[in-house]
């Protein structure tokens, strides 16, 4: 079958596709509610990745930021990547939540793994808060 125009290669069926995303957000927040509660961390890869593809197709996942911002104390390094990116996509949009963020991210710029400073570094320097400044001097 066709899908966007281009025919499935090989049969493969695309990982993501925009199709029937009415509810998709709030079963994710539970989702990401429950791998939290649960401390699964296969679950919560999973949903951080579903989340950062709904974000690239171009589907509002604007109504998780404040799941995403729990997430962001992550101890494994692709869930900050994943965290860290959705945060600096939408952080204009919510500047009073991010700010919640900037703890974690300052932590991250003191841990001993040369990775995760430069990725906290990088995520700090690409959020476009006005009032960060005084969090950060």
């Known amino acids: ?14 990982a993501y596709t925009p199709v029937e995303k009415k509810g998709e957000i ?3 927040k539970a989702q990401l509610n429950q791998a939290e509660a649960e401390h699964d961390q296969n679950k919560k890869r999973d949903c951080l990745k579903r989340v950062v593809a709904y ?7 604007s109504p998780l930021f404040a799941e995403m911002i729990m997430a962001c104390a992550a101890k494994d390094l692709v869930q ?7 945060l ?3 952080a204009e949009t919510n500047p009073d939540i991010a700010i919640l963020a900037i703890n974690t991210l300052q932590k991250d710029c003191k841990d001993e793994s040369p ?4 990725l906290a570094l990088r995520s700090i320097s690409s959020l476009r808060i006005p009032s960060i400044v005084e969090y950060l001097v």
Do not use: Q, W
């Open 1 to 14: 079958p066709k899908r966007f125009g281009f025919s499935n290669f090989m049969g493969a069926k695309p």
């Open 26 to 28: 709030n079963e994710l």
């Open 55 to 61: 974000m690239t197709l171009g589907i509002d996942t």
């Open 80 to 86: 900050k990547k994943m965290v860290y990116l959705y």
């Open 88 to 90: 600096c996509t939408h």
């Open 115 to 118: 990775v995760v400073r430069g």
